[in-house]
């Protein structure tokens, strides 16, 4: 292990980190193809030194199918050839713990891909011995496989569609919460829970720090599959608790390094969270949850859109924080792959307040208690990218919505407001590096488009820029590191009733801070409370000097603009 790496790290480390998750298929291509790759990782390490990011979390580089990019895994023990190799992979995690980085692998265990061999084997015959390793059911009672609603439950995929494919060689439909070529995994059978265990220890031992997991509060299912809502019946089913404790006990309590374990749970409510990261359950150390990203999801779903309002959403992070203040542990984050750009959907991306709101969304999450991912090019301030029709979409579940609803008689023109309001390619767009063709992604053609505005909003003209939205991530992590009270103060919600300013106090010792961000472009008289002791406090963060002097000398928060104050006793 290289001696960058600090092996003497206390349990809980990743209380004051900060981890940077890169989507590689979109961060960057060394092989121009188009497609990002794993030597693109490599060209671009010194960025992420740059920032100043503790961890690196990888979405998935295994041998798959990419119907789902990448999170329909046929191969575990290997690297997909699009994304380059093992050894490729061996060489990132080298050169990053050479940087002092820690590299945290997606893990993909509620389903694998329908091409994975386990699933070739479970499918050649109902005797198969790995038949029980997948959901395999009969047709429901009275109705004959194959024909609509012969589905053993009424439930419907994540990716539109029923989720249940017919078998027509062995005459059982499986089960597959998203696409049919994601079949779930059966994790009542012991053998399947003792066979991720197994590939877990196995990327361990290859150096890996930890591990990101997908949907992973799906994993558990009812004993007994029936009709309803699908998304109640899977979400923390049964054994759920049961599973990540005897996971934790395989894997990761005898192990000598320090590791970082984040389950993603769709679903997920604040009590069940605070057990799932309640250290002494030994289950996960953080979870990443959904509310607020749901928060705008319509009765028809994810892609029917109904309008959020900041409050909303900051009583929805504001709880969580309180609600996990004594035990348990907060993921932070705006946006990742699933989600639509940060600065579009929750800042203001016009040109004028773009670059502030940027800022003042990252001011928020970076002072919060728990810790914040930044997902690739969010610290750029990259924005969503209005896709002129289906064909410039690549995502299946936009692509399966579309498909779906237009059979059911909806036009394009209605659905495209919804896809490109959330659709997931947003987030997918190349990182835009330079100012240059392809945005300096890739020599060759890029598989999904590159949004225009790369021409002003790049890493080459940020990286080292006073002002730029990158230099302020970078000065918020180091924040991070530097302030005890950032990393481990208790929260204090502020001002709750007021429309448009987020703020909150933070304590640790005789450290107090003060977050004031601004949630719109006109200027905020601050309620003279607020700012009681705290006019000469030290500046320890802001979007521009305008913004804290604006605070400290007269009171009033400029549109968009964010402060936070230190002081001490
Ligand atoms: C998670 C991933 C998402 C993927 C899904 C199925 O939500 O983040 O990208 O499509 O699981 O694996």
């Given at each position: 292990m290289p001696a960058a790496l600090d092996q003497h790290l206390p349990r809980d480390w990743w209380t004051s980190a900060v981890v940077y998750q890169i989507y590689p298929r979109s961060f960057a291509d060394g092989d121009g193809d188009g497609i990002g790759d794993l030597r693109g990782v490599l060209d671009h390490l010194d960025h992420l030194e740059h920032l100043g990011v503790d961890v690196v979390w990888l979405s998935p580089v295994y041998r798959s199918p990419q119907d789902d990019n990448g999170y329909d895994?046929?191969?575990?023990h290997d690297v997909d050839p699009v994304f380059g190799s093992l050894a490729d992979l061996d060489e990132v995690v080298a050169a990053l713990h050479a940087r002092g980085i820690r590299l945290v692998m997606d893990l993909v265990v509620n389903h694998t891909s329908d091409e994975h061999a386990w699933f070739e084997e479970s499918r050649f015959s109902r005797g198969s011995d790995r038949r029980d390793w997948y959901w395999w059911r009969p047709p429901r009672e009275g109705h004959t496989g194959?024909?609509?609603?012969?589905?053993?439950?009424d439930w419907r995929s994540f990716f539109s569609g029923p989720a249940w494919t017919w078998d027509e060689a062995t005459g059982e439909y499986y089960l597959h919460l998203f696409s049919r070529k994601q079949p779930d995994l059966n994790w009542e059978n012991q053998q399947v829970r003792q066979a991720v265990y197994a590939m877990m220890r196995w990327w361990l031992a290859r150096g890996v720090d930890g591990f990101r997991m997908d949907v992973i509060n799906l994993v558990s299912k009812p004993a007994t599959l029936t009709d309803g809502d699908a998304s109640h019946a899977v979400v923390d089913g049964p054994r759920m608790h049961e599973f990540l404790h005897e996971m934790h006990q395989e894997v990761f309590a005898e192990h000598p390094r320090a590791f970082l374990t984040v389950g993603e749970m769709p679903g997920v409510d604040v009590d069940e969270a605070r057990r799932y990261t309640d250290p002494e359950r030994q289950e996960v150390d953080m979870v990443f949850q959904f509310e607020h990203v749901d928060l705008g999801i319509g009765p028809g779903g994810k892609f029917d859109r109904v309008p959020v309002t900041m409050p909303q959403l900051r009583e929805s992070l504001m709880r969580w924080q309180t609600g996990l203040a004594e035990r348990g542990w907060n993921s932070l984050y705006w946006d990742n792959h699933d989600q639509p750009r940060a600065v579009s959907r929750f800042g203001d991306d016009d040109p004028v307040w773009r670059e502030r709101s940027a800022k003042t969304l990252a001011t928020v999450l970076h002072t919060l208690r728990g810790t914040p991912y930044v997902y690739q090019g969010e610290e750029l301030g990259m924005t969503n990218l209005p896709f002129a029709g289906p064909e410039e979409l690549r995502d299946i579940e936009s692509l399966n919505h579309l498909a779906e609803r237009q059979a059911g008689g909806a036009s394009v023109e209605e659905l495209l407001p919804g896809v490109r309001e959330v659709g997931r390619d947003n987030a997918r767009?190349?990182?835009?590096?330079?100012?240059?063709p392809g945005a300096g992604f890739s020599e060759g053609e890029p598989w999904i488009g590159v949004n225009l505005n790369h021409t002003e909003i790049n890493a080459r003209a940020q990286v080292g820029v006073a002002g730029s939205v990158l230099e302020h991530y970078r000065a918020l992590i180091a924040l991070r590191h530097d302030e005890p009270v950032v990393a481990r103060g208790g929260v204090t919600p502020l001002a709750m009733e007021h429309p448009d300013l987020w703020a909150f106090g933070r304590d640790f010792g005789d450290a107090r801070l003060l977050t004031l961000a601004s949630f719109t472009r006109e200027p905020i008289s601050l309620p003279e409370d607020l700012l009681d002791g705290w006019r000469e406090a030290d500046v320890a963060i802001s979007t521009s000097p305008e913004a804290a002097a604006g605070v400290q000398d007269g009171g009033v928060l400029l549109g968009w603009e964010s402060v936070a104050l230190v002081r001490r006793g």
């Open positions: 895994i046929s191969d575990y194959g024909e609509p609603g012969a589905e053993p439950t767009t190349p990182v835009q590096w330079t100012a240059g």
